[in-house]
T-cell receptor
Framework: EAQVTQNPRYLITVTGKKLTVTCSQNMNHEYMSWYRQDPGLGLRQIYYSMNVEVTDKGDVPEGYKVSRKEKRNFPLILESPSPNQTSLYFC??????????????FGPGTRLTVL | KQEVTQIPAALSVPEGENLVLNCSFTDSAIYNLQWFRQDPGKGLTSLLLIQSSQREQTSGRLNASLDKSSGRSTLYIAASQPGDSATYLCAGNTGNQFYFGTGTSLTVIP
């Protein structure tokens, strides 16, 4: 089954404790992206990657890191989480075509609480 | 910076009505536009994608159109059903970045 998986689905942590949220897709998509969703603000793009070893900042990259060492995986790293990073996080992937991006597929989300 | 507005923010209609959801971008240079559905506490499900060479797409009771000159898109839902109750999000890309609206929360009353 074609899918985007994220782990963990729920995480409660404390300020300053480094964490990683994993994202994996099995569709051989070039493009992968991380978003955060907050009430009243909608989804905002954190980082994206157009292929292995190619990453770039979205609108809200501060406090986050990413890496793309393999095509299927795109982990999100919070090196020193703070309470303002409490949010619902989504990973997404998309095929890239000459006509532009194909549809984005989303993972189930990771609900993060930073105390 | 691209800003995306969805109107209305919330909508409640009786079952069977046809309805229109609106989405507009401050920068009309949108390449592709995608409509999603999000159920409470769930992820996003893709509904329709309008690619750069297209103006509209249809799937079942759903029809989406994109006016690139104005940066506006509409999602038309025909003969609404209670199962259509959800939040509907539009998203477009400018270059390699994607921008989302804050959504329209739809309730279809049986």
């Amino acid at each position: 089954e074609a899918q985007v998986t994220q782990n963990p689905r729920y995480l409660i942590t404390v300020t300053g404790k480094k964490l990683t949220v994993t994202c994996s897709q099995n569709m051989n998509h070039e493009y992968m992206s991380w978003y955060r969703q907050d009430p009243g603000l909608g989804l905002r793009q954190i980082y994206y990657s157009m292929n292995v070893e190619v990453t770039d900042k979205g609108d809200v990259p501060e406090g986050y890191k990413v890496s793309r060492k393999e095509k299927r995986n795109f982990p999100l790293i919070l090196e020193s989480p703070s309470p303002n990073q409490t949010s619902l996080y989504f990973c997404a992937s998309s095929l890239m075509r000459k006509t532009g991006y194909n549809e984005q597929f989303f993972g189930p989300g990771t609900r993060l609480t930073v105390l | 910076k691209q800003e995306v507005t969805q109107i209305p923010a919330a909508l409640s209609v009786p079952e069977g009505e046809n309805l229109v959801l609106n989405c507009s971008f401050t920068d009309s240079a949108i390449y592709n536009l995608q409509w999603f559905r999000q159920d409470p506490g769930k992820g996003l499900t893709s509904l329709l994608l309008i690619q750069s060479s297209q103006r509209e797409q249809t799937s079942g009771r759903l029809n989406a159109s994109l006016d690139k000159s104005s940066g506006r898109s509409t999602l038309y839902i025909a003969a609404s059903q209670p199962g259509d109750s959800a939040t509907y999000l539009c998203a477009g890309n400018t270059g390699n970045q994607f921008y989302f609206g804050t959504g329209t929360s739809l309730t279809v009353i049986p």
